[in-house]
């Protein structure tokens, strides 16, 4: 194990792990250029290299696309990856009080943080911590899910009916695609572009990205006043690492959160922060803040998104089983390096997963001294017009909905969920469940079918403590929330 | 209907035949191609069986060529997206080649929405076949049978199996043929691909899943899973100590149900331009030092020439309508 980590410490290896840091924080700040996109353009280049540098420059890309599109989101609150539509709904509240400096840091810090958790918990508890993902069996996973969406709809302050409206949505639009009982297309009216069903980055760049086009467009039109901005100098920096040291239990169960999400199969970092911040919003002395510019909430969805990164790894190396779709990237880089991701690679390719390892290490590092020190001079981006902005927002909302997958359909599809997000705020209902609901729903729907199958009695799922404890919980949360907002009660959120 | 057909295959092969002895002397590289990168298209997602097939030959045939081959995924509904662009809209100029594998390719216009047929492209080459394995978990009680003990179990136990197929697709067909021809039931456990099935597994929430020898190599090397058969007339050169499906008395043909990958261009691609790809792409595969990357991959190559992948086809197809029709469901075209 040393000798690899070593390994990850040759000049060769730190020059690679930052390059890709570096391109990933590029791709992932331009929406639409996704993590997935950023792997698998860049698995030929590493062809050419040796197999662990090739692979720490696709973990550093990785770390960094996840990291990449809070830069974007806090500043002008266009998350450039689905990761990263909490941090852009926390930090850009913050930014919008003059602390997009201070924000943009503790996001880069509290990444950091997360990626360097999840990296350790892989260097040292991969094989222990990898078969709890095969504990989760269809009907964990159902009870899994199930919560997911009920805590993050009851902790939202909207109204509880209007949140639900939501994720009834969210479901809906789900549903679109190929039928997973039966394999034949559902409401795609024989348009083949639509059998996969919508395309999740492009509906996600039409919800958020091009509609803050129009946002800041509007504002540039009204002639909105310039931005003060403080960076602070290294006081700023100070103040930075003051913040992440003061909120150590927030990272312990950001990071928990993260980690376990990870490693759970097919649920990747999209949904972790929702799910991070609503949980610590629960715990919070200062509930009221969050969503209106927490440092907490945005630290707990930075480092949840991380941990889930390094979280989605640990199953893939351990068990060839991928946590994320961007996991399932590496199989193929790994595969083409003639490495097979399985319980075999680490007694057989130790060498290489140390290295690797070691490189993720060193690239969250990396990360957190570009936090401490240099991400606070992006926010000078905000001392660009903002009807330049508006524009660039745009023209990359058309290209990135494009890109995913070279359709021009996808634009269509962008276009229609930006619409659809306008009539959504026109009636007042929230966009973050529709959202989570449509992240989650297909996986809902597949381990539903299974769970019905496998888990045919009730007898059945007593014998699953793991899924009835999560389901009990979900009723609680649920029992208490519809409680505590009846008319009468104190309101709670 | 599977009259016509089979003389339309049939007549196809022939054509091909007449074309093959062009073959035999080295193709000319047609003037003025390529005269940019040659597009791989891949239906499926990056990372897939498929998709390292593309990438392995992409670098391998630059390598021998001489000329640049890129991989682009065209991923939507299941392969659809991509199957419909390469009969549909990719440009037939010889620059845009696709790898994709039957009977996925097929099934999509034969059951699904597909707007298109196997006459909108041509095959260039053969690439590989690799047979869908049936697969248990080796601490199960399951784990102890062989191929024939598990259908004694199923038939001991109707309905009580569970397996991991994919709906209405190559899983389940070969599941349902099993099924039919050794007279016992099992439940269906749909998942939306091979992998999905493994981790089920591995979980010990099913109890034999479908999948290809690429998802399930590690832990069939670490003893965790065990593979009961392949599916088809021969056993698989990996796998030597397991039974094909035929030699336990179930009837199929052989290189049919499994996936069976190839390079295809839409059909108005040049003739010349056609050749000289199809002479290419096979000097490649019949490189040595291809044929050591691609084994790096864990791909085991079976190269064949544009007529015979043509003839391939034309028997896929024949057995994959009279499988649908046996087992009533609806043939769109």
Known sequence: ?493 | MTHRITRRAALAGGLAGLAAPGLAQAQERPPNFPVRPIEMIVPYPAGGGVDITARTLAQEAGRVLGHEFRVQNRVGGAGLVGHTYMAKSAPADGHSVGVTANPFFFLDFLTREGQFSAEDVKPVVGINFSPILWVSRTASPLGRLDFDGVIEEARRRPGELKVGITPNNAFQFVTEIVERQKGVRMTHVPFQGGRPGVTALLGGNIDLTNCFYEEVEPQLRAGELKALAVSDDRRFEPLPDVPSMVERGVRMPGGVWGANRFAIVPRATPEPIRRYLEAGLLRTLRDPQSVEAFTKVGILLRPADAAETERVFGSTRETLIAFLTETGRPVRR
């Open chain 1, 1 to 493: 194990m040393l000798d690899g980590v070593l390994a990850a410490l040759a000049p060769a290896a730190l020059a690679f792990g930052v390059v890709g840091v570096v391109v990933g924080i590029v791709f992932g700040a331009i929406p639409g250029l996704t993590a997935t996109l950023a792997i698998a353009l860049f698995v030929p280049v590493t062809f050419a290299m040796e197999p662990a540098n090739g692979l720490i420059m696709l973990g550093g890309i990785y770390a960094g696309a996840i990291f990449g599109g809070s830069i974007s989101a806090v500043l002008i609150n266009v998350p450039g990856t689905p990761a990263s539509i909490i941090t852009g709904w926390e930090g850009h509240a913050m930014a919008r009080q003059g602390q997009a400096p201070y924000a943009l840091g503790l996001a880069a810090v509290s990444s950091g943080v997360g990626g360097l958790v999840s990296a350790l918990v892989m260097l040292f508890l991969a094989p222990v911590v990898a078969r709890l993902a095969l504990t989760f069996g269809p009907a964990e996973f159902v009870a899994l899910l199930v919560f997911s969406l009920v805590v993050v709809v009851v902790m939202l302050e909207t109204p509880l009916a209007r949140n639900l409206a939501g994720c009834a949505i969210g479901l809906a639009l789900g549903t679109i695609g190929l039928d997973p009982v039966n394999g034949v297309p559902r409401f795609t009216f024989g348009v083949a572009d639509l059998a996969s069903g919508l395309n999740l980055v492009a509906v996600l760049i039409g919800f958020f990205c091009m509609t803050q086009a129009l946002v800041l467009a509007r504002e540039a039109a009204q002639g909105a006043r310039r931005v003060e901005l403080a960076f602070g100098g290294v006081r700023g920096a100070w103040r930075v690492l003051a913040t992440v040291v003061s909120h150590f239990r927030t990272y312990l169960r950001a990071c928990s959160v993260g980690l376990f999400l990870g490693v759970m199969p097919a649920i990747g970092p999209e949904s972790t922060p929702f799910v991070a911040h609503a949980v610590e919003k629960r715990f919070s002395r200062e509930p009221e803040r969050f969503g209106r510019g927490s440092p907490a909430g945005l630290l707990a969805a930075e480092a949840s998104v991380s941990a889930n990164v390094g979280g989605s790894l640990i199953p893939l190396l351990s068990l060839g089983i991928p946590g994320s779709g961007a996991a399932a990237m590496f199989i193929g880089a790994l595969t083409l390096h003639g490495l097979r991701p399985g319980p075999l690679l680490f007694t057989e390719r130790g060498d290489v997963v140390y290295a690797f390892l070691g490189g993720f290490v060193v690239a969250n590092l990396a990360m957190m001294l570009i936090g401490l020190f240099a991400i606070r001079y992006f926010a000078v981006a905000l001392l660009v017009p903002k009807g330049v902005i508006a524009s660039f927002v745009a023209l990359f909302s058309l290209f990135g909905a494009y890109a995913v997958n070279n359709s021009l359909f996808d634009v269509g599809v962008m276009f229609a969920a930006a619409a659809l997000a306008l009539a959504l705020r026109a009636v007042s209902i929230p966009i973050l469940p529709v959202v989570l609901a449509l992240i989650l729903g297909g996986l809902l729907e597949e381990n539903l079918v299974v769970f019905a199958i496998t888990v045919p009695t009730l007898e059945a799922l007593l014998a699953r403590p793991i899924a009835v404890a999560l389901f009990a919980v979900t009723a609680l949360i649920l029992a208490l929330t519809v409680w505590r907002r009846v008319p009468g009660h104190p309101r709670f959120g």
